[in-house]
């Protein structure tokens, strides 16, 4: 049974940095597509990041952009979330997910496997 299991979560103030991790167990997690979603109080969950299963294409949700990096290491079948310049409206539960479909970065409703999630809140 495929587990995804998140870390990294926390409470940093505005302007400040934090780093998710998100390890895979029995996955080929090499191969798929993978991704990061956040859901605020209140909100729909959301698109923040995606990167393909070759790693050669990255996808970022345009309020993320430029502050946000997603990135994998194969050998240690994790993905990782590197957040700078935290904002208020950043503050949600992150959760990663994995895809085995043929699209790169595939709509919320096609990912396989989720994980329970990590909070990130930041403060002013």
């Known amino acids: 049974q495929g587990q995804l299991v998140e870390s990294g979560g926390g409470l940093v103030q505005a302007g400040g940095s934090l780093r998710l991790s998100c390890a895979a167990s029995?996955?080929?997690?090499?191969?798929?597509?993978k991704a990061w979603f956040r859901q605020a109080p209140g909100k729909e969950r959301e698109f923040a990041a995606a990167?393909?299963?070759?790693?050669?294409?990255?996808y970022y949700a345009d309020s993320v952009k430029g502050r946000f990096t997603i990135s994998r290491d194969n050998a240690k079948n994790t993905v990782y979330l590197e957040m700078n310049s935290l904002k208020l409206e950043d503050t949600a539960v992150y959760y990663c997910?994995?895809?085995?479909?043929?699209?790169?970065?595939?709509?919320?409703?096609?990912?396989?496997?989720w994980g329970q999630g990590t909070q990130v809140t930041v403060s002013s």
């Open positions: 990167i393909s299963g070759s790693g050669g294409s990255t």
């Open positions: 997910a994995a895809s085995y479909g043929s699209k790169s970065n595939p709509p919320r409703y096609e990912y396989d496997y």
């Open positions: 029995g996955l080929t997690f090499r191969s798929a597509n």
